[in-house]
């Protein structure tokens, strides 16, 4: 019996300590290698994996989305079970529903979000999921920062200058928070797209702010004349891609709604 090819949308939660980011690499372990590696074992043919964007390596995801295609007739709640029991243990499916066959996880995204996480004090514990930050920051000052980064900038200066070559660095940003909770202090930018290390960059630079080092002067400055700010890179560890978003009303409401809470709590 021939069996059309299927098209199917995943929701993904990965820990990225062990790997160079998402997208497969001939030479080093990747989110969609092995998501690959597990689909092909399990169809035993041709398959088609894509993410809803690349991750640095390092980064975690909460709820990535990708899509797979395959021939065949299995259940998606199979699909799901069968791929959780042949992926490592830090790669876990939590969500499999059919897709229509032109849905793209990358082209049809219209925004994404990432969480970052700061911690106040030294952690034994939660260490590969934080960035210990043991100087006291005024959280007052960063949250009148992020202000600065809402709406449609120039985010040359949040990226190698190689990326804005070969891509616009044009960025809409849709939210920027800091919010406190416990020991930790949390980012959340939702945004269109995200140029390479742009994320952990605004993370590095509003950690500045809020040792006083920089303000809300300067990033406006960073906005409007590129300079090279790579010795602001937050460190991978503390970032998470949150969500991906595929139409207007599902961004809607998570802008309005969604509560900023640490990642591992969820």
């Known amino acids: ?20 980011g998402w997208q497969q690499q001939e030479d080093a372990k990747t ?9 092909t074992a399990l ?9 809803s964007g690349r991750t640095d390596a390092g980064v975690h995801g909460l ?22 029991g042949l992926l490592p ?9 059919r897709a229509g066959p032109r849905f793209h996880a990358r082209h049809h995204c219209i925004g994404r ?7 106040r004090r030294k952690t034994a514990l939660g260490r590969d999921f934080v960035w210990p930050v043991a100087e006291p920051l005024d959280v007052a000052r960063m949250q009148e920062a992020v202000s600065v980064l809402i709406g449609m900038h120039d985010f040359t200066s949040f990226t190698d200058r190689q990326v804005v070559k070969k891509k616009s660095p044009l960025v809409m940003i ?23 290390k742009m994320v952990r960059r605004i993370v590095g630079v509003l950690v500045e702010v809020g040792k006083g080092k920089l303000g809300s002067k300067d990033i406006e400055q960073f906005l409007q004349a590129p300079v090279v700010l790579q010795h602001y890179t937050a460190p991978a560890q503390g970032l998470f891609f949150e969500q991906a978003f595929y139409d207007q009303e599902e961004l809607e409401t998570f802008l309005r709604a969604e509560e900023l809470q640490p990642a591992l709590f969820r």
């Open 174 to 196: 849709n939210q920027c928070q800091v919010v406190v909770s416990g020991n930790l202090i949390l980012l959340r930018i939702v945004g269109s797209h995200f140029l390479w």
């Open 113 to 119: 979000s990432y969480c970052y996480q700061i911690a």
């Open 63 to 84: 709820r990535f989305a990708a899509h797979l295609e395959a021939h065949t007739d299995l259940s998606p709640l199979a699909i799901g079970q069968k791929l959780n």
């Open 43 to 51: 169809f035993g043919g041709e398959v088609d994996v894509q993410g």
């Open 89 to 97: 243990h830090d790669i876990s499916i939590l969500d499999c529903r």
């Open 1 to 20: 019996m021939n069996i059309h090819a299927k098209r199917f949308k995943l929701i993904l939660e990965f820990d990225g300590s062990r790997y160079s």
């Open 31 to 39: 989110i969609q290698g092995n998501l690959r590696k597990a689909a």
